[in-house]
């Protein structure tokens, strides 16, 4: 059974950082693309970040330069660093193990509870 369980979401003042986790179970892990996904109030969910199982990374243009995304094989975990935050950020982020093609990334159906983050003075 797929298990995705995000944390480290709050509340965090314009211009600060948070970094996000994500523990994944019920995948071979390190097979894996992963990505970072948020939806804001009134939204469609979208793309923040992915990291393929060798590393590579791809980013979303509204977060480049501002976000990290970064994976640990061993412990099965997913991060999102995430600096210079915007109120624009605020949204629920969610990690899911993602595909790549027809020329983008596609998350799978396991979706986890995601973790909110509001970003407001």
């Known amino acids: 059974q797929v298990q995705l369980v995000e944390s480290g979401g709050g509340l965090v003042q314009p211009g600060g950082s948070l970094r996000l986790s994500c523990a994944a179970s019920g995948i071979v892990f390190s097979f894996n693309a992963m990505g970072w996904y948020r939806q804001a109030p009134g939204k469609e969910r979208e793309l923040v970040a992915a990291i393929s199982s060798g590393g590579t990374t791809k980013y979303a243009d509204f977060v480049k330069g501002r976000f990290t995304i970064s994976r640990d094989n061993v412990k099965k975990m997913v991060y999102l660093q995430m600096n210079s935050l915007k109120p624009e950020d605020t949204a629920v982020y969610y990690c899911?193990?993602?595909?790549?093609?027809?020329?983008?990334?596609?998350?799978?159906?396991?979706w986890g509870q995601g973790t909110r983050v509001t970003v407001s003075s």
């Open positions: 899911n193990k993602v595909l790549f093609y027809s020329g983008s990334y596609h998350p799978s159906n396991y």
